[in-house]
């Protein structure tokens, strides 16, 4: 009767531990982690930040392509505000402008994780900051290629019942080449 109680409490014991919610967050970094503190996220928080991120490739890429930044910013309102070119914060109107001053373009493409996987920084419920290592791609009229790798922070806010993109930090090129090091140390 007492191995029959034991053996219960064990199953007992042991269902429950996987059921327990996912707690995956800058505390716990058993996932790969940076030094600034992004972890990879847990397979069901991938699904969770993945289709935000695409969604705002999607917008950027057909803003630069139709040369309308408002096709990004009738989407993402909060990106017009707090334009910062030399520290990279919300600076999709420059690409839009400077792609377009010597080329037509005809396509875009990206691939969010053409570098590496994402990563995930939460900062609460309602806010988390992904980290992307993109790439991204517009065909000429040419039929040669402009654009290439991406290294951009995205801020996410959970608004009415799905994640927006409320603000960008794109990577500078000093920024872009500390990280490298950073990255080469780990």
Avoid at 90 to 111: K, R
Avoid at 114 to 143: C, N, P, Q, W
Avoid at 146 to 165: D, M, P, Q, R, T
């Amino acid at each position: 009767m007492i191995l029959l109680l034991r053996t219960i409490m064990i199953v007992l014991f042991v269902s429950l531990i996987g059921c327990q919610q996912n707690t995956s967050s800058t505390d716990n970094l058993t996932a790969e982690s940076d030094l600034a503190g992004f972890v990879q996220p847990e397979p069901s928080d991938w699904v969770k930040y993945i289709t935000p991120v695409r969604e705002y490739m999607y917008y950027r890429t057909q803003a630069v392509v139709n040369k309308d930044i408002h096709i990004l910013w009738d989407r993402y309102p909060d990106l017009k505000e707090n334009v910062d070119l030399k520290l990279g914060i919300n600076i999709e109107e420059n690409e839009v402008e400077s792609l377009n001053q010597h080329f037509h373009l005809l396509d875009a493409n990206y691939n969010v994780e053409g570098y590496e996987r994402m990563k995930v920084k939460t900062i609460s419920d309602h806010e988390v900051e992904v980290l992307i290592h993109a790439s991204i791609v517009y065909m000429r009229d040419d039929f040669d290629e402009s654009g290439g790798e991406h290294l951009i922070k995205l801020f996410l806010e959970h608004k009415n019942n799905h994640w927006a993109v409320v603000k960008t930090d794109e990577y500078t090129l000093p920024e872009y080449k500390e990280w490298m090091k950073e990255k080469e140390q780990i």
